[in-house]
């Protein structure tokens, strides 16, 4: 058969989770698609968006399934969107949908599209004020696949090289000792004061924002739908705002008006 023109798989980043974060683009291809597969939460935030389409659910932990689903229903000549919160090239679906082609020798015979969404970073720094100016890391703190001997190596070098840190998936259900974990690491190593930014469910309902220290880190309820934002050595607090310079006020001899909380 020419599956070239029959197998198509559009993998759709569908932003933080609110309608008007949602791209046009992502919007469009979800319309055209007959079967939309995603994890339940989403697909239920999507349904009043799209009509006709088929939903096929599935729960957290069913990754793998949903996506030897989709290519199952592709290859049955069905045109199927795979969704995923966020932007699904960081930490989302779209890695694991093109290694599973790669794997069955697909790559070559399925069209897949990738649309790009506002990531946890973009949609929390956005209500943070912008902790991200200066050059950042993201780390996910699950350690259902990665050890905690790498999430900590990576923590330390992003300690040495004076990064601000976006952790995604800081904690869960069942694996709380990983955050604490990583907030214990980085209470040795910097200031006590350094602003942190704690962004609950980004443009969806609940939505909760916190700016808080180091040292007061614990006294705020950080889960899985929280993504957690770790100032570096020049971020301060102004108003309701984090942010880190870019430098050009420090560049130019001019002062900033926030203040550090120390
Ligand atoms: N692909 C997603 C990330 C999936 S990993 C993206 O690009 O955003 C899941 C993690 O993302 C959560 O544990 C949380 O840290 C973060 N996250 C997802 N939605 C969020 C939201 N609405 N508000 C804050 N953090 C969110």
Redesign the pocket.
Known sequence: MDTEAKCKITII?IG??SASLLTDEARSELRKSDIVVGYRLYLELLAPLISGQKLASFEIGQEEERVKFAIDQSLTGKHVSVV??????????GGLVLEKLTDLKLIHSVTVRIIP?????S??SSLLGAPLMNDFCVM?L?DRITPWSSIEKRINGAISGDFVMV??????NTRRDIFEKAVNLLKEKLKPGTPVGL??????DG?AVTITTLEKLYENEV??????VIGNSSTFVSGRFMITPRGYLQQTGKSRHGSAIR
């Open positions: 980043g933080p989770g995923s919160s966020g932007d699904a090239g960081i930490y989302g679906m969404g506002v990531s946890s970073l949609s929390s996910s699950s952790f995604y998936n800081p904690s869960s962004v609950k469910n980004a443009y969806r939505q889960d899985m739908l929280t993504t957690v």
